[in-house]
């Protein structure tokens, strides 16, 4: 989580120094390591007309920012998932909450592969090797 942290200011200096605005946008003066902030300095280049490279290195640097956003906002606990799919593992309700939206369609549709894939993932969650879809678990048993 940290790596991606320092990650954003070295982006964000490519983007501020490297490639020059093309367009009317101001470029920003300092690089925050906010979040919040370093959003809103990107956000005033979205609308603009850009080249190749400053297009490339906006896409990067907001994935960067929605990454390390997602990280630090997960907070999925182990217990929560191991519950979930102890009491309605058939109906797939412990993968909606890791963030497998489509497998956990998948398991309402099919009764969680008829208990059996549910019991799989019973398994796996205890062992610790089904995780949330954006990294860790915040909280393990």
Not at 52 to 80: D, F, H, P, R, Y
Not at 108 to 132: E, N, R
């Amino acid at each position: 989580m940290k790596k991606n942290l320092l990650l954003l200011p070295v982006l964000m200096l490519l983007l501020t120094s490297a490639i020059p605005p093309s367009s009317t946008p101001v470029q920003p003066t300092s690089l925050s390591s906010n979040y919040k902030e370093a959003k809103a300095q990107l956000e005033q280049y979205k609308g603009s007309k850009l080249n190749l490279k400053e297009k490339i290195g906006l896409k990067i640097a907001t994935k960067q920012m929605q990454k390390s956003a997602n990280a630090e906002g997960a907070g999925k606990s182990q217990l929560v998932a191991l519950l979930l799919a102890l009491f309605v593992g058939v109906l797939g309700i412990h993968r909606f909450y890791l963030g497998y939206t489509t497998v956990g369609i998948i398991q309402l549709l099919t009764l969680g592969g008829l208990g059996i894939w549910a019991f799989i993932d019973l398994i796996l969650i205890i062992t610790g090797d089904l995780k949330p879809k954006t990294g860790d678990y915040a909280k393990t048993l």
